[in-house]
């Protein structure tokens, strides 16, 4: 009898270097490709905010049409469905009889949960027999058994409630493991894996198998995920344009393209796989990762920075191409301190993910994983102006401009705006987190939460844990990063200052009364 399996797509939306599928085209011979849209990301989330705001729903709503048109380019299909996967996915493993079901690990709890609900509620129900269930390292450089190894913990989960924290307690410590391991020749990591292997067949969809199924069904990404009207892309000699009046045709064009700009109010953040690829040779064409340690911490620019970070995030590109890119960029123009940034930066998103994946719950907790409790607490009129960019300090709300407008920020930009809504708002930093995840295209939720953690002095920067967090001196950032005010007047306008306001940053008090 031939073997059913289903895959479920998270955060790995790839036909390329995906373990996932690899190892369902060795196990079974018809295979279902199943996404979810979730319900919880078009509504309120934590901390009182959206949970997908516009820029990432559009940017997932691209990578789920690049990727449906490249499976269908093999003979296979992407199904989306739209609801509680909880609650879908029981129902599509019984009706086609699945014997194996796929997923790729996920680091954080919420995404951990699901799992192993769905493992247990299906298991107790089964009328197929037993399933095997496959949760594979498809989302991270280092594997589980080879972390284990490195760290020498048995358990890369501790116990719930424990108050120990045997996980690595710093980045710098993590970096010099790894690359130890390597300089040793204990611990490589793997190449990308293949996709000449032909995809396992897909599973004959009859309307009296998927009767029960039709409510769940998505035929418009757009309309599921809330987009309403999908903009699409003209070009003309000297810029690019949005035109939503445009056909279908055209938008589902702009939907598989690629566009650079060096504004990055007109980046080129496409979703998808094939954009992620084409990306990933333009950058190692020239001669830019030999100044990426030099640019990085420029606020603007598309050239400044690697920009591999939404593709990450969603899966479109996974790590190991990038580093196999790097690898091979170096073995034809040689190793530079610039081009060794970009597997410093790799691994720092590395430590996240295992970071999160250790201490689950503990991610999300006021008083991060070492239970300290900030001396920050919640102002609903500071927190909006923080977040619409109308605080007295230009270079933040330059910065905050930047987010709202494309959905993407630099790193040193996140860093600066993190400092001030928790030195200088005195706000509790999971609110800047949740916008951050509403709001970023590259959001990822071990890197942006552990990063969160990180400068509000509760997460694993041992410098300042006892110094209640890192504060930047935003006057000094302003001369140092902006000195001429160009970024800022980018943001803000032609007439915008670069100097501090004298206005107050509070305008009513506790009680809600105007302040005189």
């Known amino acids: 009898m031939q073997k059913t399996g289903l895959y479920w797509l998270g955060n790995d939306l790839r036909r390329h270097d995906n373990h996932c599928l690899l190892a369902a085209s060795k196990a079974v011979e018809h295979l279902l490709i199943v996404f979810c849209v979730e319900p919880q990301w078009l509504s309120m989330g934590r901390y009182q905010q959206t949970r997908m705001a516009q820029h990432r729903r559009r940017f997932l709503t691209q990578s789920l049409y690049q990727l449906k048109k490249q499976l269908a380019e093999e003979g296979q299909q992407l199904l989306v469905f739209a609801g509680d996967p909880l609650e879908i996915l029981p129902k599509v493993i ?42 594979l390292d498809n989302l991270s450089l280092i594997n589980q058994s080879d972390m284990r190894r490195l760290t020498g913990l048995d358990n890369l989960q501790p116990q719930k409630n424990s108050l120990t924290t045997d996980f690595i307690p710093s980045f710098s410590k ?104 084409d990306h990933l040779k333009r950058y190692f064409s020239d001669e830019r990762a030999h100044q990426y340690k030099h640019v990085r911490n420029a606020l603007g620019g598309w050239e400044n920075s690697t920009k591999f970070s939404p593709w990450l995030a969603n899966g479109c590109l996974s790590a190991r191409q990038v580093i196999d890119a790097l690898h091979k960029f170096e073995q034809k123009s040689e190793r530079s301190d610039s081009s060794y940034w970009i597997f410093f930066e790799l691994l720092w998103r590395e430590y996240f993910f295992w970071y999160a994946f250790y201490h689950q719950q503990a991610l999300f907790r006021f008083s991060g994983i070492h239970r300290r409790r900030p001396l920050t607490s919640f102002y609903p009129e500071r927190f909006r102006s923080w977040a619409d960019g109308s605080t007295p300090y230009p270079l933040v709300n330059a910065c905050m401009k930047q987010l709202n407008q494309t959905g993407y920020m630099s790193n040193r930009g996140r860093q600066l705006v993190a400092s001030c809504l928790v030195n200088e708002m005195k706000l509790d930093w999971r609110y800047g987190a949740a916008y951050f995840e509403a709001q970023l295209i590259d959001y990822d939720v071990a890197t942006n939460w552990g990063n969160w953690q990180y ?13 209640g967090g890192r504060h930047f001196d935003l006057k000094k950032q302003q001369q140092r990063f902006d000195p001429k005010g160009v970024f800022v007047r980018e943001w803000l306008g032609k007439g915008a200052s670069i100097e501090h306001s004298d206005s107050a940053i509070d305008h009513i008090d506790a009680t809600g009364w105007p302040i005189q």
Request: net charge negative; aromatic share 8%; with cysteine.
């Open 174 to 277: 993590f970096r010099r493991m790894v690359e130890s391991a390597i300089k040793k020749q204990v611990f490589t990591i793997d190449t990308p894996s293949c996709a000449s292997i032909p995809l396992p067949k897909p599973v004959a969809l009859s309307p009296s198998n998927y009767a029960q199924l039709t409510k769940y069904w998505v035929d418009d990404i757009e309309h599921a995920l809330g987009i309403t009207s999908v903009e699409c892309i003209n070009r003309d000699a000297d810029n690019i344009h949005v035109n939503a009046h445009n056909t279908n045709q055209a938008c589902h064009e702009w939907l598989n393209t690629t566009v650079t700009s060096t504004n990055d109010e007109q980046a080129g953040f496409f979703g998808g796989e094939s954009s992620a690829r």
């Open 455 to 467: 400068l509000a002095g509760v997460g694993a920067d041992p410098r300042s844990t006892d110094q």
């Open 94 to 135: 019984d009706q086609y009889q699945v014997s194996h079901v796929f997923r790729s690990l996920h680091p954080a709890f919420d995404e951990q949960q699901q799992w192993q609900l769905l493992h247990s509620s299906v298991d107790a129900l089964s009328t197929t027999g037993r399933i095997e269930w496959h949760e």
